[in-house]
């Protein structure tokens, strides 16, 4: 749906004249706009999505990675390895 408010908004129609030649009724195409605003101003800053890699034995080797300023909001680690932080 959010890619039919973005077809909606750059076709020039109106949101009414819009949502009828889609088959929408007005109410409904409505709240995808404003679902689709609310999301835009809610959505997180900055994702970052990584695996868990063992150690290696020689740690002398292994480049340090720098320390992110922010820190997770929310992180996600899955029994496959991957991980995904949220920052915000």
């Known amino acids: ?3 039919l408010v973005d077809e909606w908004k ?3 129609r109106t949101l009414r004249e819009f949502s009828k030649s889609m088959g ?3 109410s409904c195409f409505e ?3 404003r679902k689709k ?5 809610t959505s997180p800053s900055f ?3 990584s695996s868990i890699v063992k150690p290696l034995e020689d ?3 292994i480049a340090k990675e720098p320390v992110p ?3 997770p909001q929310i992180v996600f680690t899955f029994a496959s390895g991957m991980c995904i932080k949220v920052y915000g």
């Open 69 to 71: 300023e922010l820190q």
């Open 47 to 49: 994702v970052e999505i």
């Open 10 to 12: 750059k076709s020039g």
């Open 31 to 33: 709240y995808w706009v």
């Open 24 to 26: 929408l009724s007005k």
């Open 37 to 41: 605003r609310n999301w835009q101003n």
């Open 1 to 3: 749906m959010f890619a």
């Open 59 to 61: 740690t002398k080797t």
